[in-house]
Every structure is written in structure tokens, then in C-alpha cells.
């Protein structure tokens, strides 16, 4: 079965740190991978997303994400975090051909100034 | 610009009246989804739909109904509200053509049933 795990419920850095926010996925062929963030009170917003070709994709606010198979990883990473980027992130995982989506439980990124 | 909105986004109710929540999309996208969001779960499919007269269960579809009479709305129905429906509701859109997959999300819809 499909599934998708985020291991780290909530995670701190301080304002211009690195980040990475973890994402394991379970899926018999290759998935479409997909990385979004909700701001609080707010629907969820498309960060990037991964289909085939290059195993790097960059997103939109800086984010970038590395398709490991090998690991079935797909991480998400920001070189400098800034304030803006508190939120919750989920990495999802969309079956190839159905258009539907298994989603993760989400991580909670705190921000210190 | 195309966009995707929900009504109420907030709502308060009873337990045991019938709740509908509205879904309105202008990307005439073919696909549409309901779920619902809550602490520890992430975001649980509850109902979606291909296209007009199409609709299929999702993980947690007891309790809740759907119908699509045109491509723009799928509005989500619950029947008798429980408390255990308390949560919030998103909606969200995508395309059949090609394989983008990407799925667009409404602002979602609070609700609280007391």
C-alpha cells in the first residue's frame, strides 16, 4: 500500500539557518512527489513537485527537493531560512494514473529570530 | 484569475443536523477532491470526483455524501453531524489533461459540531 511518512512532527531553526524536512515514501513504481505548505489559517500552497527526469527540482520561495530511490527520500531543503517560512509541510505522494493523493502527516517548522 | 473558494469557512452545528459545505472551482478542472484535516492525521481523502454524474469513496467517506451536477462544484455533504466531524474541510482541483497531477486547494472550510 502507498504511504507516506514525515518523521518529525515539529522542527526549530533559527533565521538563517539550513533546513530539511524529511519525507519517506512507500509506492510499488514511480510516484509523483509533491511538496506543499500551509501558513496558518490558510489552504495548502504548491512548494514543488517531482515527476521524472532530474532528481533535483527547485520550487518556488527557495525551496528545492531531491529524489532518492534508492531511499525512497524526498527531501525538502532551504540554504537560509527566513521568518516568512513558519508553517506546516506536507509531502504528498500522487499514484500515476489515479490523480489522487496520499498525503503525510505534516511537519511544523518554528522559526527563531 | 482562476480560483477555487469554499463556503462557509466557518461553521457551527448541532449534532445530528445536515450539514452541506460548498466547493467552487473556475479552472474547469475534471477532477475534484474533498478532505479533511486533523492534528496528527494530515490531510485524510474523503470523496472525489472525475467529472459531472462521477463520485467515489475516499479513505473516511462514512458519514459524508457528494454529488456533481456540473464540472464547477462538488459540494460535501454530511448527513447527520457527529462530533467526531469536527475539523477542518479543504478542497482541492486538478487537471486530467496531461500529467501534471497537481492538485489546487481552497482557503478550507473550519467546522465545529457541537
Known amino acids: 500500500a502507498q504511504s507516506v511518512t514525515q518523521p518529525d512532527i515539529h522542527i526549530t531553526v533559527s533565521e538563517g539557518a539550513s533546513l530539511e524536512l524529511r519525507c519517506n515514501y512507500s509506492y510499488g513504481a514511480t510516484p509523483y512527489l509533491f511538496w506543499y505548505v500551509q501558513s496558518p489559517g490558510q489552504g495548502l500552497q504548491l512548494l514543488l513537485k517531482?515527476?521524472?527526469?532530474?532528481?533535483l527540482v527547485q520550487g518556488i520561495k527557495g525551496f528545492e527537493a531531491e529524489f532518492k530511490r534508492s531511499q525512497s527520500s524526498f527531501n525538502l531543503r532551504k540554504p537560509s531560512v527566513h521568518w516568512s517560512d513558519a508553517a506546516e509541510y506536507f509531502c504528498a505522494v500522487g499514484a500515476s494514473g489515479t490523480y489522487k493523493y496520499i498525503f503525510g502527516t505534516g511537519t511544523r517548522l518554528k522559526v527563531l529570530a | 484569475d482562476a480560483e477555487i473558494t469554499q463556503s462557509p469557512r466557518h461553521k457551527i452545528t448541532e449534532t445530528g443536523r445536515q450539514v452541506t459545505l460548498a466547493c467552487h472551482q473556475t479552472w474547469n478542472h475534471n477532477n475534484m477532491f474533498w478532505y479533511r484535516q486533523d492534528l496528527g492525521h494530515g490531510l485524510r481523502l474523503i470523496h472525489y470526483?472525475?467529472?459531472?454524474?462521477?463520485?467515489n469513496k475516499g479513505e473516511v467517506s462514512d458519514g459524508y455524501s457528494v454529488s456533481r451536477s456540473n464540472t464547477e462544484d462538488l459540494p460535501l455533504t454530511l448527513e447527520s453531524a457527529a462530533s467526531s466531524q469536527t475539523s477542518v474541510y479543504f478542497c482541492?482541483?486538478?487537471?486530467?489533461?496531461?500529467?501534471?497531477?497537481?492538485?489546487?486547494f481552497g482557503p478550507g472550510t473550519r467546522l465545529t459540531v457541537l
Open positions: 470526483s472525475y467529472g459531472v454524474q462521477d463520485t
Open positions: 517531482y515527476f521524472s527526469g532530474d532528481t
Open positions: 482541492a482541483s486538478s487537471d486530467d489533461r496531461g500529467f501534471t497531477d497537481t492538485q489546487y
